[in-house]
């Protein structure tokens, strides 16, 4: 028994969430995809700049490379145009109890998140339309907040280096 006691005490956790495809679905249908792919190919060429890919977060991950700040700033908007509409279709995959069933899973849990490739105005948007949910978060990071966007560890490094007290985490957790 003071073995599991001292786990529960001293046992720190810090679980992060990935947003779209675990706690919402922005639904974008192909047509819009496929626009934004479109505009982000021609920001490219428009700037004389070879896009090497025209996958949409392969250019994003290019960019984020190799760009300028500016650049990067016309790519976020291009998408964020694409996000800002689709939340209009949005549908929720995960509920605020079922996100406090998954947090309770496990101990001592001092850091709760959202780690994800939106921007910030999406996310904003949808955690508006969903105060249960936004009250159980304590860090936020979008793609805004990152050199280098997921799959990259970095974002949850970022989140992780958030807290005030620099608390280190025996295990930190990603849902997504």
Known sequence: MG???????????????DLDGTIINLNIND???????????????????NPHHTGIFKMYHYAQKFLDNQFIKNLNNLIEETEIRSIR????LMNADEIKEIISM?????????????GKNCLKKILEKNIEIAN??????TREDVIEI?????PIDIAVNSTCDKEEFEKVIFVG
């Open 3 to 17: 073995w599991y006691l001292y786990l529960k005490q001293n046992f720190r956790t810090a679980i992060f969430f």
């Open 31 to 49: 047509c819009d995809l496929e626009n934004l792919r479109i505009k982000m190919v021609n920001l490219f060429i428009n700037n004389n700049i």
């Open 89 to 92: 279709n949005y549908k929720m």
């Open 106 to 118: 496990y101990y001592n849990v001092k850091l709760v998140g959202i780690v994800t490739n939106n």
């Open 136 to 141: 159980i978060f304590n860090v936020l990071v």
């Open 150 to 154: 997921k799959p990259s560890g970095r």
